[in-house]
């Protein structure tokens, strides 16, 4: 059966304390030694903000030769860490062989990495040793911004009758220059929150920065958008470690960052405000409205536009005058302080719709009276 995405079911309550909010993940990259381990551990759980501790043990790396994390004796030091502090312990897992050692050595939650999130053979493996398991599950998105990939992920874990369930924004994959190691894309995240309301949606920080100094805006923009924990990289000594040093933070500089985020809450019954909301949203409705109203008469024009070249023998496409459109609204846009981002791919997909438009009216047999056809268009 082909899957719409539809069939995910996120519960109705949530499985971490929401009232705690943002669920705070955090711990080193990878687990290395055993002291670099239990004196992250010791410092992190003396902030009280953590509610699990994480640790890499299977790296995937990019290159083979790279360290690949410690394996089983790490899963040990783990355990003993749990013991020693009291922090709830999670990794990630790529194949069920991992699954099964984790619950051996008792873990707290799982996450599956975004390498392995694309593979939905490794995704079905994982979620065939999870059956009869309840454990939380989180999966962060793919490397590519393919977001059904991400869906179909989430519901195979769920399938396997794993009810404590979440996603994770770890950033995207992209070619060029950025100042992210993953573009964040918050489109997608947004997009899987708009479809599956109840699902609890982290955001992984250090993995879409990719360096320290992003973090704070980063943590802050997840909260803004009402995401409901973090995932941050944390070590005692982040310039020394062996995996992704220059994202990882020392557990008081968590601390630090943690103070500095203003946690937004997604709905309150205060009446005043309640009021000032819907007045205020009522206004961007209209605009909508009469945005959409406007394009639709573009349209109009447009094709009026594309009957006219046909009736003249002229290509759809003049290079000039697409340049002019671009200069022109460019400059306004910028002087209405409406970002540079915006204004391109509004007009990419407004000329890819123009061309459309004219391209039907140029193939129909019709023809449409122009009122002013000695007007030069
Ligand atoms: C990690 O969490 O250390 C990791 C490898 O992350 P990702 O799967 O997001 O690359
Ligand atoms: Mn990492």
């Not at 670099?36 to 501790?53: D, E, F, P, S, Y």
Request: include cysteine; hydrophobic fraction near 40%.
């Amino acid at each position: 059966m082909p899957s719409d995405g539809l069939h995910l079911i996120a519960p109705s309550t949530t499985w971490w304390p929401a009232s705690q909010k943002p669920f705070l993940i955090s711990g080193p990259c990878s687990v290395e030694t055993e002291e670099q381990l239990m004196q992250t551990a010791a410092q992190l759980a003396i902030g009280k903000k953590v509610h699990v501790m994480r640790g890499g043990i299977w790296k995937p790396r990019t290159r083979p030769d790279s360290f690949e994390g410690v394996g089983e004796v790490g899963l040990m030091w783990m355990a003993q860490a749990k013991k020693e502090t009291g922090l709830k312990i999670a990794t990630e897992v790529a194949n069920a062989e991992h699954v099964e050692l984790c619950l051996k050595y008792g873990f707290d939650m799982l996450w599956i990495g975004a390498r392995t999130t694309v593979n939905p053979f490794s995704v079905q493996e994982i979620a065939e040793a999870l059956r009869g398991v309840d454990i939380p599950v989180l999966v962060k998105n793919p490397v590519n911004p393919d977001l059904q990939l991400w869906i179909g992920a989430l519901e195979r874990i769920q399938r396997s009758g794993i009810t404590k369930l979440a996603a994770i924004h770890r950033g995207f994959s992209h070619f060029g220059e950025s100042i992210y190691r993953n573009k964040p894309m918050w489109e997608i995240p947004i997009a899987l929150q708009t479809q599956f309301p109840q699902l609890s949606i982290f955001c992984d920080p250090s993995h879409i920065c990719g360096r320290r100094d992003l973090l704070l805006p980063v943590a802050q923009k997840a909260m803004d958008l009402g995401m409901d924990g973090l995932m941050l990289e944390s070590h005692i000594a982040p310039d020394q470690a062996w995996t992704d040093a220059k994202q990882q933070v020392t557990p008081q500089a968590l601390f630090e960052l943690l103070d500095q985020l203003h946690v937004r809450v997604v709905s309150t019954n205060d009446v005043g405000f309640t009021n000032e909301l819907h007045s205020i949203r009522s206004r961007v409705d209209k605009i909508d409205e009469e945005i959409i109203q406007l394009i639709g008469q573009r349209m109009q024009v447009t094709e009026e536009l594309g009957y006219y070249k046909k009736e003249h023998n002229i290509t759809i496409l003049q290079v000039e005058r697409w340049k002019e459109i671009i200069e022109t609204r460019t400059m306004l846009a910028e002087k209405l302080g409406i970002s540079q981002e915006f204004i391109d791919k509004y007009l990419e997909i407004l000329h890819k719709e123009s061309i459309r438009t004219q391209t039907r009216a140029m193939n129909s047999s019709a023809q449409l009276p122009l009122k002013n056809s000695n007007n030069s268009i």
